[in-house]
């Protein structure tokens, strides 16, 4: 009985294994026949990631101590950039968009960025040259010409400047030296001849009187002043020259009748487009020609609501850009001083740096809108720079007999003693 059910087993056994034999068959059929794999594109097979090692960066040098507080010109490229973009062109002196790119080029000649810089800055100085030649101001526009020349000999611009202003302009003449060869002797020179001319036999006519022609009729001088002006206008002959301007010819018809309606229209023409010259010159920060343009309207019409409008304009556009213009913290006079506090991990470790801070003094002489500009190190002095400077407390800004908010900038150094 045992033998029978052992027999039975193992033909189970059999059937088992064939039927998996035959499975396995079917299934390496259809993959050698359909192939899935060549259906992934490269992007979808999966690539291991890559390892990532970090690298141990060495510990900064200690540097030499230095004052504590200090005004950072470290950057003279950052600074002319600022200066630019504040509309500080060629003032203050020492601290101009000017100033420092000139000072880049002295100390590093060629410079791509300060010479951009100074050619950007000398094409607006050239519309300000023709604003002022055509206001009359010529020593103003003499003196943007040999700015301009003195630093770009080859202005385009300012050379067309000197052109209308009748000054020489120094040419740039070629460094290499032109060799002029001897004569040949055997090249005789032709001498003219002498040519007797025979003059023919003058004829002389006798005049025709004619009769005189009839005077013209007399012309209306209103008519004619306001021709004039309207000419004089569509030439942008505002303010010059001395007698041949729009606002000579409108004095003139103002003396005939300031009553006339072709008058009072020349008059608000001319006014009006004065105020429009000074608002651009206000927008451009050009302050000389927006004030000879305000004034040139006040001399043309009394008006005086739109002349306290214009001038108020042109003081808080002054104003708005004077404090958005970044000065040195020497600049301010300190009511208050906190010192920074040295962070302990950098003293454990002997590590000393600077932070450039740049931030808003209010009208009241507080500190905000406090910034990092730069920094010696990613983690050490920021915090300590900041949290001192949010303490601090300044004699407000005077300008334009305004107090007004002034932006700052300054270096602070953290150094062992």
């Known amino acids: 009985m045992s033998g029978t059910e052992d027999n039975r087993q193992d033909s189970t056994d ?13 299934a390496l059929s259809w993959l050698l026949l359909s192939k899935p794999w ?14 990532v090692v970090a690298a141990t960066q060495p510990a900064a040098e200690p540097r030499a101590p230095e004052p504590a507080l200090e005004t950072t010109l470290d950057d003279p490229l950052r600074m002319a950039r600022l200066a630019f973009e504040a509309g500080m062109l060629v003032e203050p002196a020492g ?22 810089g100074l050619t950007l800055i ?11 030649l055509e206001q009359g ?17 080859n202005h385009d611009g300012a050379r067309a400047l000197a052109g209308e202003l009748g000054e020489p302009v120094q040419r740039v003449t070629s460094r290499v030296p032109v060799i002029s060869s001897p004569p040949d002797p055997s090249i005789v020179e032709a001498k003219p001849a002498m040519v007797t001319i025979v003059q023919p036999p003058q004829i002389i006519e006798t005049p025709v009187v004619e009769a005189p022609a009839p005077a013209p009729p007399p012309v209306d001088p209103m008519v004619e002043l306001g021709e004039a002006f309207d000419q004089a206008m569509v030439d942008n002959r505002l303010l ?45 920060l050009d302050a000389d020609a927006a004030k000879t343009w305000i004034d040139a309207a006040e001399s043309v019409r009394d008006d005086a609501p739109a002349i306290e409008r214009a001038r108020a304009q042109l003081t ?14 020497s600049e301010l006079e300190f009511i208050e001083y906190v010192p920074p506090r040295y962070p302990m991990p950098a003293r454990t470790r002997n590590i000393e740096g600077w932070v450039d801070l ?27 720079a900041v949290a001192a400077a949010e303490q601090w407390q300044f004699v407000p800004r005077v300008f334009l007999g305004r107090t007004i908010e002034q932006r700052v900038q300054t270096r602070l150094r953290f150094a062992l003693q």
């Not at 060549?38 to 390892?51: F, K, T």
């Not at 009748?257 to 023409?269: I, L």
């Not at 808080?316 to 913290?329: F, H």
């Not at 406090?370 to 300590?384: G, K, L, N, P």
Request: net charge negative; proline share 7%.
């Open 240 to 284: 010059t020259p001395t007698d041949e301007n729009a606002r000579h010819f409108l004095n003139a018809m103002l003396s005939l009748d300031p009553e006339a309606e072709v008058v009072v229209e020349a008059q608000a023409q001319l006014f009006n487009e004065f105020l429009r010259r000074a608002s651009a010159g206000t927008e451009t």
């Open 316 to 329: 808080n556009r002054l104003i708005e850009a004077e404090s958005m213009r970044p000065v040195p913290a």
């Open 14 to 26: 059999v059937l088992l294994l064939l039927g998996g034999l035959v499975v396995a068959g079917v």
């Open 95 to 116: 601290l101009s968009a000017w100033s420092l790119y000139e000072q880049i080029l002295e100390d590093t000649p060629g410079q791509p960025e300060a010479l951009d």
């Open 137 to 153: 101001r010529v020593n103003d526009a003499r003196d943007i010409v040999e700015r301009i020349l003195g630093a770009l000999p």
């Open 38 to 51: 060549e259906a992934l594109s490269s992007d979808e097979r999966v690539v291991p990631p890559p390892v």
């Open 358 to 384: 740049e931030f808003t003094v209010t009208p009241e002489g507080a500190t905000r809108d406090i910034a990092v500009t730069d920094a010696s190190h990613e983690t050490y002095f920021r915090e300590q």
């Open 122 to 132: 000398a094409d607006s100085l050239v519309a300000r040259g023709a604003v002022a």
